[in-house]
């Protein structure tokens, strides 16, 4: 199956920094990719859609100046958390739709954000 | 509104025995697209058996088996053999729109086999 990476795996950060996380698709091109957060035994909440060359669409409640994300390529899109807080501290997973595969999420491994 | 129902926050279910992870689903969409992940300690999201919903048949992927009903709208995961490997956290998840399509998930189902 198609293999999606995230970069870095696990990151800690001060209160006031920012941090950005890589999402990768290997071995196919992603026109699409999704970023989603998970808090500690807790679902995953849908935060934006990120389309190669376009603005990113978020959904109702998540800023959009706080996570900025950025598709440049066609394998590559990134999400920055800005001014990062203790309460931002969650697992980030993103997922890339591969239209060679009927359109189907493969899912990156997440990112882990400890902000002290 | 769009949304995905998984009711059971736990279960336990004996090593070797079957076993139904309940999910239900709402969406005013005519093509959508049903999902099961499973999410083990480590937090990879294992992709585990997909089903249309213009697909006449349930879903089978080896001791996985989707049970679809639409007019109830549910679509409910059953694991066959249960394994220890099996415990985890299981999600239910559908994909609505056409074009520019989301995934939304529901809040998961933890499940532990026992031996």
């Known amino acids: 199956g198609a293999v999606v990476s995230q970069h870095p795996s696990r990151v800690i950060c001060k209160s006031g920094t920012s941090v950005k996380i890589e999402c990768r698709s290997l071995?196919?091109?992603?026109?699409?990719m999704f970023w989603y957060r998970q808090f500690p035994k807790q679902s995953l909440m849908l935060m934006a859609t990120s389309n190669e060359g376009s603005k990113a669409t978020y959904e109702q409640g998540v800023e959009k100046d706080k996570f900025l994300i950025n598709h440049a390529s066609l394998t590559l899109s990134t999400l920055t958390v800005t001014s990062a807080h203790p309460e931002d501290s969650s697992f980030y997973i993103c997922s890339a739709r591969s239209e060679q595969a009927s359109n189907e999420q493969f899912f990156g491994p997440g990112t882990r954000l400890t902000v002290l | 509104a769009q949304k995905i129902t998984q009711t059971q926050p736990g279960m336990f279910v004996q090593e070797k025995e079957a076993v139904t992870l309940d999910c239900t689903y709402d969406?005013?969409?005519?093509?959508?697209?049903l999902f099961w992940y499973k999410q083990p300690s480590s937090g990879e999201m294992i992709f585990l058996i997909y089903?249309?919903?213009?697909?006449?048949q349930n879903a089978t992927e080896g001791r996985y088996s989707l049970n679809f009903q639409k007019a109830r709208k549910s679509a409910n995961l059953v694991i066959s053999a249960s394994q220890l490997g099996d415990s985890a956290m299981y999600f239910c998840?559908?994909?609505?729109?056409?074009?520019?399509?989301?995934?939304?998930f529901g809040a998961g189902t933890r499940l532990f086999v026992k031996a």
């Open positions: 969406t005013s969409d005519q093509s959508y697209g």
């Open positions: 998840a559908m994909r609505v729109g056409t074009g520019g399509f989301k995934t939304i």
């Open positions: 089903q249309g919903s213009y697909d006449e």
């Open positions: 071995d196919f091109q992603a026109t699409t």
